[in-house]
């Protein structure tokens, strides 16, 4: 078999739904498998590591300083992805249509650009700490697209507006999106995932695949 393109991990599960894990600057395909155990231990998991390196740091794709994204990787490493994601379909046979993606931090970001360049490779999101990564023109549609936007009141990373902009740009796309403020910073908590997992859980239950 020909090389899948990205270090991952996949592991079976026990239905047709498939979670997409995507780190955070610095992390790497392992962090998020306890977060997919909270939020759906039935579904598959598919978790691939970002390519691009930031001294040392993989990434999902390149930025120029904190918070300015160069938007020509950001759309290359978008489709790279995409592509991955239909590809590991076909060789471990899951359903493509039902991928939802779980991203913190970079990976929100790249799990978001996914939604607005190539919204068939996702049927939901889980974006814990997204910005928004860009602004294409024409937006898409994306009617029945669940996206779960989980933010940080303290983050001193991403401002509110930041986060209530990407709200805001999904919606006017068609999404269903659910805003949830948590009382902490950047970081990831436990408050996050117990939303996100209540969030999914009633998506699962009208579409019980
Ligand atoms: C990004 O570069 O995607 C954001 O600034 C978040 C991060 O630091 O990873």
Same mark, same amino acid.
């Given at each position: 078999m020909t090389d899948p393109g990205f270090v991952h991990r996949w592991q079976p599960g026990r239905s047709h739904r498939t979670l997409l894990l995507l780190h955070g600057t /610095? /992390? &790497? !395909?392992?962090?998020l498998l306890p977060v997919a155990e909270l939020l759906d231990p039935l579904a598959n998991v598919l978790s691939p590591r970002g390519k691009v390196l930031e001294n040392g740091a993989p990434r999902f794709f390149r930025r120029l300083?904190? /918070? @300015?994204?160069?938007l020509d990787d950001l759309r290359f490493r978008t489709a790279e992805l995409a592509d991955f994601v239909a590809d590991m379909s076909v060789r471990n046979n899951f359903?493509? /249509? #039902?991928v939802t993606a779980v991203g913190f931090s970079n990976g929100a970001n790249i799990a978001a650009a996914m939604l607005l #360049? +190539? %919204? !068939? =490779? #996702? =049927?939901?999101a889980i974006l814990f +700490?997204? $910005? @928004? %990564?860009l602004e294409p023109e024409p937006l898409p549609d994306l009617p029945g697209k669940g996206v779960f936007l989980s933010a940080g009141r303290? &983050?001193? $990373?991403?401002p509110a507006a930041q986060t209530e902009r990407l709200a805001s740009l999904l919606r006017d796309c068609g999404a269903d999106v659910v805003l949830h403020w948590s009382p902490g910073g950047h970081s990831l908590a436990l408050p996050d995932i117990t939303a996100a997992r209540e969030w999914l859980r009633r998506r699962v239950r009208t579409d019980p695949a």
């Open positions: /610095g /992390g &790497d !395909e392992n962090d300083a904190a /918070g @300015v994204f160069d359903d493509a /249509g #039902l #360049l +190539r %919204p !068939e =490779s #996702l =049927s939901s +700490r997204a $910005m @928004v %990564p303290t &983050d001193t $990373m991403i």
